[in-house]
């Protein structure tokens, strides 16, 4: 996984069971509450986005688009 959380200006690349995050080229470490809702909000951000492109791209391939 990769998500930039652009309000922290840092890539989350993984993130534990109890919570901690590995930022990229940082490591580990447990987010404070401002920080968490930054990689929440950052995390629905990218899959509203994912889940429009996965629409498209499944709409143009159900309307019988060329490939």
């Known amino acids: 996984?990769?998500?930039f959380v652009e309000t922290m200006d840092a890539t989350v690349v993984d993130v534990d069971g109890?919570?901690?995050v590995y930022i990229q080229h940082e490591g580990w470490s447990m987010p404070t509450l401002q920080e968490?809702?930054?990689i929440i909000y950052a995390a629905?951000?990218?899959m509203a986005e994912l889940t429009e492109?996965?629409?498209?791209l499944q709409r143009d391939r159900a309307s019988?688009?060329?490939?």
């Open 44 to 46: 629905q951000k990218e």
């Open 36 to 38: 968490r809702r930054a």
């Open 53 to 56: 492109a996965i629409d498209v």
């Open 1 to 3: 996984m990769k998500l």
């Open 18 to 20: 109890e919570g901690r």
């Open 64 to 67: 019988g688009s060329p490939d």
